[in-house]
Each structure stands twice: as C-alpha cells, then as structure tokens.
C-alpha cells in the first residue's frame, strides 16, 4: 500500500431512521457478516441525498465498506485513517472497535491507529469500516438550526488510509515576504513540525529544501520545470517546530492576473520521505481604506458560491469546477467567497491556479447560542483547522468566522471578538473579519481587519439608489478607516423570466445589481463585492413559484445558464458613476443618530435579557480555545 490510499469507491448504505444502529450493534463484523440487512448501494464521495428516495432525508445513515486490503505498516511507521470531509456528526468504527468521531461538516479529520493489527480480524475474516453519520440538526451545533442552504449528507470527500514514517516533517507552513529592494527580492518563511524527531538524529542530519517554478504547459496542466530554482541546506535543532528563511531573488509574484505559483521539496536527508507543498509568494496587507495585494490597491470583485452542483449536491469533478472558475474568470470575476462553510480543498488549489482571491468562512450563522461552550471551542476548531488546512494557498487572502451574526447580543459580540482574535493569532499574514447586515450600530467591526457587510438593498428593503448614502453613513459615520467590502448583494431572478412587473426577472435583477456595483466601485473606500450569489442553489426556505426549492439570487441558473447579468457582466464590471455624490457631514450626522436608535432598540431587547445573559457571558469568557 502506498503512503496514501484512497478508499473511495462504492459502499453499502443503510439508513436508520429510529437510530437504533448503535444499539444494535450495526458496526459489529456478527452484524455485518449475517447480512441480514437491507442496503442501498452509495458512492464515496458524494452526498446520500442524491439517492432519490433519500433527497429529503436527515437523521442517521451508516455507511459500510468490506475492506479488500487491511494496511500493514512497519514498527517504524504511523496508520491514519482521513476523511476530508463528512457532515455532520461522523463515527467511526473497524472490526467493531469505535475508532472515534468529528463534528462538523466541512473540514478533514484523522485518527492515527496505533495498533492496526490488533484491529485486523484473524483468519482470513472479512474486515469492515463502519462510518455513522447522522444529519440532524442539533441545537449546539455549527451551522445552527436554520440555514438558507441544503442540508446535504453524507461522506461528500475523499476518504484513504495514510501511511507516515514515525520521524517525519509535520505541517509545512510557508509565508512569503518582500525584501527590499522590492519587488526584485522576496523571502519565504518556512516552518516546520518534526514528528518524533530525537537529539541522537541531530548532527547527522539535515534539512534539504529545493524549490521549483511551476508552469502551465496548457489549460490546466501544472508541471514543475525542470531544473531546480533554488536548493539550501539548513542544520536542524531539536525543537519540534523549526522555522527556515530562503530568500528569493526576481520572485514570480502571485496575483489574480498572474497566478505564478512554486513548489518546495523538504526532505531530512536519508531519513524522511520528501514532502512537497505548492506555495505563491504574495503579500496582502490593507493601509487605512485601501486593500494592497504587493503593495498594489486592489478591488476584489466577485461573488460568492455554495459548494453544490446539480445533480451532484456538494461533491463534483475538479474539472468542473476548474470550468465554473474559468467561467467567472470570464466575467472579469478576480475574487469568490466560498459560503457559507469551506468547500473542498480543491476550490482552493484551483484559485491558486486560476488566479481568483479566495475569501473562506465557518458556518457560524445567524442564531446560534453564541454563550455556549461547547459551540465556541466548536467554532474554534473549526477556524484553527481551517487555517491549518488552507495556509499554504496564496489565494486565501479573508478568513470569515461568522455570517450575518447579531452582534447586538453581548455573547456574540464576546464570541466574534474571541475569534476574530484567535484567527489572527493562528494566521497574522491574512485578514481576518465576518459578514455583518448591521448598519451603524455593531461596534464589533473594529476586530475586523477588513469591514464585511451584507445589504439587500432594492430587494429586502429601500431600493439599490439608497445604497450611496448608506454606505457613506457607515463609512464616514462609524468606524476607522479600514477597507470594506460588500460581502452581500443582489436579487433574485427565475432564468428566462422577462416579465418586467415581477421582481424574479432578469431584468429586474441586473437593474438592481448593476447600479450597486457601479456605486461601490466608484467608493474608494470599498475595497471588493461579492454578489450573492453565483449560481442558483437549492434552499428548502425558496418554494414560492420563482423559487420551487431554489434561492434564485444567481446570476446563472442551477444548470449555469447565465441570466442577463451575467451576459452583461464583462462590459459592467469595472464601471463607475460619474460625478458620484459623497455624504460625508449629512452621513455622519444620520450614522451618529441611528447608531442610538439601533442601539436603544438593541438595549432594550438586550435589558430584557440582562441578568441572563451577562452572568452566562462572565462565566464563559476566561475559556482558553487551545
Ligand atoms: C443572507 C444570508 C444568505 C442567504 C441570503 C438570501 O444574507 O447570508 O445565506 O442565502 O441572505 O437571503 O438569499
């Protein structure tokens, strides 16, 4: 077997809607080798709901493999079990020994086996990985119990065994840097984490790194050139994690217009096996209202995307997702937002390539109980496994620990803040912020290292010519003067729909988002917009005769047939209002109004609540994340 093994492929699948499976003892090889139970066929990876008898199901299903090979590893190696990606609550056992389980839906998990021979079942009996996922939505779970989004089930990504030398190289994280005189010199920090790495290894050894230039010898196909770029040797310690400096003479920048992009080769010479790691060497950094990508202004201008396809649901072929990339990219598109949760790493590794600026979230949304222990060190987990996932991606440049959360509330203020924090702690090279739809009174914002808001402006309220004032309001009315970026907007429109009396026309909708997008380009202080949203998507709350099932806010249709904004995109977007107005006094006085009036009303809803709330906030707050 080699280091890493895929376990994708078909499965049985039994669905347990009185979950009474654990009870039973399903994942037990007596259960199993009677088979005495009724199964459906599934595909690993995908989603169950695309079996059409189970779309609407949530609850428990158990996913059965009959593993044909049972990995043997040597005394000087580590067994992992991986999954990169199952939602929502996954457990796991083989040959009925509970192996573990993870919470959440979007992010990669792992269990080393420390004895896997002691797993293996004797004489030749059929070994078996037994994988409980249940889609109910819980109470103190991450998203919460309401979402605009389909809750799509089931082992969605890659599953494999992973095979690892016990002393190996742990966790590349790779930062680059510019030197003077830039942009001639760049330096990359590496560092690294040694696995079981002992003094008596120290002097004997060291780390070799070679890196290469990576080229696009057609459409999609990265290879590395030939010939080394640069090779450095360097003395290792014993400190678990080491961190080296290489510096990079006429580095090939990455951008969204020149996707240039390395690899890097690490290896302790005659003892680990190499590890490689794509990298892009990039700064992004914001100096007061502007977004600097190389020290460059830039406006990031996209839309955001659910990680879904029909008829697929969340896991689909990088080769279409490599189109739909390219597609936006066709628009002029050099940013997306994956929402509301992170998608398969392959979106990432494809923006990289593509050249798109990458903005990723955890599905903190809406109401959820932000005061909840378990829920915070959760929503921790989820941004420190994120951040761990992606670091090494140049087209990560946002992390987003929240959507739409009411920040009027003290512990979700306390919670943002708490994160906000920690993300920036775990990853000081990016920005770091959450979509907030308050106007002039969410105070939390100052965390932010970038201002994301989402407004509907012309389609949940006042109509899109409003939005100049309102964010002059905001802009010069509240807070310092760091970029914003409009993370939200747009309207909703049936593909082929040309009734210019209903609101789900194409018509209508392109009205409504052309004049936003030419306002906030002609803002200096805007630094980006995301349309909500790219593509149609299914939402069990959209039934009405537009919607049946779908949020219709895409600018193309489920099947990516593009509506009139779309097509008219290309010649719009990068258009500005001539001679635009700017509120700055009027907005500044209606902002330090309004702020009292928001505030007022949220104080009295939050009075209500005080004793409650302010002693539950107390008691939660020294709670280390780590
Ligand atoms: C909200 C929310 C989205 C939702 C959108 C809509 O802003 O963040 O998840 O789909 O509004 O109303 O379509």
């Known amino acids: ?60 299903v158990w996913y059965i493999l009959e593993l044909s090979e049972f990995p043997a590893i040597s005394s000087k190696e580590d067994l992992f079990l991986c999954f990169d990606g199952a939602n929502y609550i996954a457990k796991i056992w083989i040959n009925g020994q509970f192996i573990g389980e993870h919470e959440g839906g979007f992010l990669p998990f792992k269990f080393r086996l420390p004895n896997p021979l002691k797993l293996k079942q004797p004489n030749g009996d059929k070994n078996w990985l037994v994988v ?58 590496i560092s690294i984490k040694k696995n079981n790495f002992s003094k008596n290894l120290l002097d004997e050894h ?31 310690d014993t400190r678990s994690i080491q961190q080296f400096n290489m510096d990079i003479l006429n580095p090939k920048l990455w951008s969204p217009t020149e996707p240039n992009l390395y690899e890097i080769e690490l290896q302790i010479k005659n003892l680990t096996s190499p590890v490689i790691e794509r990298f892009g060497i990039r700064m992004i950094e914001t100096q007061e209202h502007l977004l600097l990508l190389n020290k460059r202004p830039i406006k990031m201008k996209g839309a955001s995307l659910h990680e879904e396809l029909e008829p697929y649901g969340r896991h689909y072929s990088t080769q279409l997702r490599r189109s739909e990339l390219q597609a936006m990219k066709a628009l002029g598109f050099n940013a997306l937002r994956s929402a509301h949760y992170s998608h398969d790493e392959r979106l990432c590794q494809l923006c990289d390539e593509e050249g798109l600026l990458l903005l990723e979230e955890i599905p903190l949304y809406w109401n959820i109980e932000y005061t909840n222990r378990k829920i915070i060190k959760l929503a921790a987990q989820m941004i420190r496994d994120l951040i761990s996932r992606d670091f090494n991606h140049p087209s990560v440049i946002v992390w987003s620990v929240g959507n739409e959360v009411p920040v009027e509330d003290l512990g979700c203020r306390q919670t943002i803040k708490l994160l906000l924090q920690y993300a920036r702690k775990l990853d000081p090279s990016r920005l770091v912020t959450y979509a907030s739809c308050r106007m002039v009174s969410d105070v939390t914002r100052k965390y932010s290292s970038i ?152 104080k009295i809803i939050f009075f209500l609540e005080f004793r409650k709330e302010r002693k539950m906030v107390k008691s939660y707050y020294h709670t280390e994340l780590d």
Request: hydrophobic content about 35%; aromatic content about 16%.
């Open 132 to 189: 409980k996922i249940d889609t109910s939505i819980v109470k103190d779970g991450i998203p919460g119990e309401s979402t605009d989004w389909f809750n799509w089930g089931g082992l969605h990504r890659d599953v494999y065994w992973e095979i690892k030398n016990k002393i190996r190289i742990d966790h590349v994280k790779i930062k680059s840097s510019f030197n003077s005189p830039w942009p001639h010199s760049a330096q990359i920090s």
């Open 451 to 602: 201002n994301a808001i989402n407004f509907y402006f012309g389609w949940y309220y006042m109509t899109p010519y409003n939005l100049n004032f309102f964010l002059d309001a905001m802009y010069y009315g509240t807070h310092p003067k760091t970029p914003w970026i409009m993370t939200e907007f747009g309207a909703g429109a049936k593909y082929g729909e040309h009734n210019l009396k209903e609101q789900f026309s194409e018509e209508n909708q392109a009205r409504t988002i052309a004049h936003q997008i030419q306002v906030m380009n002609s803002k200096p202080y805007m630094a980006g917009w995301f349309i909500w949203i790219y593509r149609d998507f299914r939402s069990s709350q959209r039934l009405n005769r537009f919607q049946q099932g779908f949020n219709r806010k895409g600018i193309v249709s489920e099947k990516n047939e593009k509506k009139l904004i779309a097509r008219i995109m290309p010649q719009l977007i990068n258009k500005k209002i001539e001679r635009i107005r700017h509120y700055r006094g009027l907005a500044q006085f209606y902002a330090y109004i309004m702020r009292w009036v928001e505030r007022v009303a949220v």
């Open 1 to 60: 077997m080699k280091n890493k093994s895929l376990l994708n492929g078909t499965w049985n699948l039994i669905v347990d809607p009185q979950k009474k499976g654990e009870k039973e003892s399903w994942f037990s090889p007596t259960f199993l080798n009677n088979q005495k139970y009724s199964v459906e066929k599934i595909a690993v990876p995908s989603n169950y709901n695309t079996i059409p008898k189970l779309f609407e199901y949530t609850g428990v």
């Open 206 to 236: 060291v780390l070799t790194c070679r890196i290469y230039e990576l080229r696009k010898d057609n459409l999609t196909q990265i290879k590395r050139a030939s010939q080394i770029y640069i090779q450095q040797e360097f003395s290792l």
